[in-house]
């Protein structure tokens, strides 16, 4: 990863995200979807559907908040929570089914879910509301969803877990994708389960418990299932294992167990990143809060309330669990997440203001709501009590605030959960405001502690690496004994995220509490670049399959090259494909790259996009592509008709342009991407020229010439003698011959009419 943003100190208050999650996930609005179909036998048709091909039923249309989308898929989804009796369904939406360029403020796939178990109405998005402080996980709110215009009842959407989630969250969405739930429906007659467990070394033996959703990656799977279970000692090669500990210990907090946690060990995705780790993401949170019936395992009885903390330690249908809580600093790491759960969230209350907000958001909708599951006196009840009898189980389900507080005494009462912790009193580094290539000192104080670690990374999307502090008074950290822990760490990168964690043979804790999904930041002080050391190096204006952004999308690029040796912050430079508009697109504020480092921006015109998306496309026929500061052109490319998955490059680095093999995101190697012709083989004279030109050739072909727009300005047959161009009628600039022979070599030179 080539691309860095410099990030400020993530230290964000207990629900704040309620106010920034904008637009269609905003949770402080219930949204408004309609559906459409042209016959009047809808349902019984997505029933057929449901249970057949589980295909999508064609909607003449769908309007979401006024905007309408024509030819729209719409499909019921669900396992427990569909039944063809109901009359509301949870739905799944793809606006993009047909059409593959719609999506409604970028999102093309609408998740409904209809509010099965939950008497609340509240509990899934409530729980991703908690969830979010710790992992990244889906955005989640709620919609009135009507079809043919008749309400249908008001619905919890959550963001669907896709290429679009895993770019937004997880920098790229190429790598091997797992939804993990089995094919066939949970449950024992499901022929799988997606547990984790190592079943052996063929892959198929895997496809009944895990949903493949990229195009290749069995092997990876089998490869953290080995490893997980016969090589537990590389795991954090395979997995990312602070967020699978956060998902465990969310879980066994929110007594949700129609998760990996319960006896189904479902209801997640995994997604391999760019550092070749899987990442968990939790997904499917409605029947959270001891929503389900089932319990932690198969055959076994349990109490909610009491839920044991280390559930399934010793389970072998959950090897994942076992292993962590069998291995003493992760165990000792799960109970500190665990306790900043139920700390921040659950013994302060807070839950209680945005369950409360929810609730008076939706109060209308579930009055309103003619197939709700529940009396709306149960759900003015859901949040407080248990409610017994209603809705489609039946059965007892128990108030979230009645729940949380008796999970909160018996916590605080637990022998485990009360161990001591050390505290970390301080830390600091030895410069605030260090330069590129320095190296600093990081210290942490501490106090009934035996070891101190330091997790850090230098650029954003990168892993974390976990290196020991000492207190040995030789790694800048005062007196040997002092409890304070010190290490050194040179700053080859253009940011500094770290934490702190430190333990003792009982337990532990993290600085900040919610690391690794918060962390402290230093930031580097990055040179900025003076006139020539950024170039545009590389560029594409026809990718047909040769790189995809992190939604999955082949769209145009630009690589700019810093050839120093010297990071340098882009901070405030501009990139535009129009000469009399040099301030077009700016670079955002803390963009860097590294020194003798590439960084690719794309030119795509989706500002709706994470990352560097230029508002402008790029012309296949041709254009500029300048970089400036808003006065001063650092550098100007002029390229003519493009071919596609043939890239515009400079060869070497910072050299000569030619078409070529693309090297997205790397140091150009210039293999010549089309059968060229030596340049002994044709011969232009005189160039520059203010009248004609001479193209000398030993072989027949044809020729054409383009100027800088892309436009044909002359076009023609070329033989073994002699070709004359006459330029006196082209106006003075830079132009491009493209000259073919008839077996399909192709050179392209450039003219220069003065």
Not at 26 to 54: C, G, P, Y
Not at 212 to 239: M, Q, R
Not at 588 to 594: D, E, F, M, R, S
Request: net charge negative; glycine share 8%; proline share 3%.
């Amino acid at each position: 990863m080539k691309q860095t943003l410099l990030l400020v100190v993530l230290t964000c208050p207990l629900f704040t995200k309620c106010s920034l999650a904008q637009g269609f996930y905003d949770r402080s609005t219930v949204q408004k979807i309609e559906i459409f179909f042209s016959a009047s036998n809808w349902d019984a048709q997505l029933d057929a559907l449901a249970s057949t091909t589980e295909d999508y039923l064609l909607a003449d249309s769908v309007r979401i908040n006024g905007t309408s989308f024509d030819s729209v898929g719409v499909k019921y989804k669900g396992n427990s929570s569909y039944n063809q009796n109901n009359n509301k369904n949870p739905i799944h939406i793809e606006l993009d089914y047909v059409h593959g360029s719609y999506d409604y403020q970028g999102y093309t796939d609408i998740k409904l879910q209809n509010g099965y178990q939950d008497p609340s109405v509240i509990r899934e998005v409530l729980s991703y509301a908690i969830l979010e402080q710790y992992m990244d996980c889906p955005k989640a709110n709620f919609a009135n969803v009507y079809i043919n215009g008749t309400l249908r009842g008001v619905y919890s959407s959550a963001e669907s877990i896709n290429s679009k989630f895993n770019g937004d969250h997880y920098y790229t969405s190429d790598g091997s994708f797992f939804k993990c739930n089995p094919i066939s429906g949970a449950g024992s007659g499901s022929g799988g389960n997606p547990d984790l467990k190592y079943l052996g070394s063929d892959s198929s033996l895997y496809a009944n418990g895990y949903e493949l959703k990229s195009d290749y990656g069995w092997n990876d799977l089998v490869d953290l299932i080995n490893t997980l279970n016969n090589d537990f000692s590389a795991i954090e090669s395979k997995l990312d294992m602070d967020r699978a500990i956060w998902m465990l210990a969310f879980n066994n907090v929110l007594v949700n167990l129609d998760s990996y946690s319960g006896a189904f060990r479902q209801n997640y995705y995994l997604y391999k990143d760019l550092n070749d780790r899987f990442i968990p993401t939790v997904w499917d949170l409605n029947m959270s809060f001891a929503g389900f019936p089932g319990g932690p395992n198969q055959g076994q009885s349990y109490t909610a309330t009491t839920l044991d903390l280390f559930s399934n330690s010793t389970s072998a249908n959950h090897p994942l669990i076992q292993k962590i809580l069998a291995n003493p600093m992760y165990k000792r790491m799960y109970m500190a997440h665990l306790r900043t759960i139920v700390q921040e969230i659950f013994a302060s209350g807070d839950y209680l203001t945005t369950a409360n907000t929810l609730r008076t958001t939706i109060d209308a909708s579930v009055q309103a709501d003619p197939y709700k599951f529940y009396t709306y006196t149960q759900f003015q009840n859901g949040l407080t009590t248990t409610v017994t009898g209603g809705g489609p189980g039946g059965g007892s389900v128990p108030g979230i605030q009645q729940l949380m507080a008796a999970r909160v005494t018996y916590f605080q009462s637990n022998t485990d959960y009360l161990l001591a912790a050390p505290t970390i009193t301080a830390y600091a580094a030895s410069n605030n405001s260090p330069n590129y290539g320095q190296t600093v000192t990081i210290t942490a104080t501490c106090a009934n502690e035996t070891s101190v670690y330091l997790g850090y990374r230098l650029e954003h999307p990168l892993k974390f690496n976990r290196v020991q502090l000492f207190d040995d008074g030789m790694h800048n950290d005062g007196a040997s004994g002092d409890h304070v822990y010190g290490a050194d760490v040179v700053l080859n990168g253009i940011t500094m995220e770290y934490y702190i964690y430190a333990e003792n043979a009982n337990a532990g804790i993290f600085s900040p509490a919610r690391a690794e999904h918060e962390f402290h930041t230093l930031n580097v002080t990055i040179v900025l670049p003076a006139l020539g050391d950024i170039l545009i190096n590389e560029l594409m204006a026809d990718n047909g399959s040769t790189a995809t952004d992190s939604n999955g999308e082949n769209d145009d690029w630009v690589e700019l090259y810093n050839h120093t040796s010297t990071a340098k912050d882009l901070s405030g430079l501009y990139l535009t494909d129009d000469v009399t508009n040099l301030t077009k697109w700016q670079i955002p504020i803390g963009t860097a790259v590294n020194a003798n480092d590439v960084l690719v921006i794309w030119v795509d015109n989706d500002s709706e996009q994470s990352g560097l998306h230029a508002n402008f496309k790029l012309s296949v026929w041709g254009e500029s592509v300048v970089l400036s500061d808003g006065t001063t052109i650092y550098d100007q490319v002029d390229f003519g008709t493009q071919t596609t998955d043939i890239s515009y490059a400079r060869c070497p680095d910072g050299g000569t342009f030619t078409f070529t093999d693309p090297t997205f995101d790397a140091l150009n190697n210039c293999t010549l991407g089309l059968n060229e012709w030596s340049l002994s083989a044709v011969r232009i004279y005189p160039n520059p020229s203010n009248a004609n030109f001479t193209i000398q050739t030993d072989v027949n072909g044809i020729y054409a010439v383009y100027d800088l727009s892309g436009r044909e300005v002359a076009t023609g047959s070329l033989d073994t003698s002699l070709t004359v161009l006459d330029a006196q009628m082209w106006h003075a600039g830079t132009y491009l011959v493209r000259i073919q022979d008839y077996l399909g070599n192709v050179q392209t030179s450039q003219l220069i009419k003065y």
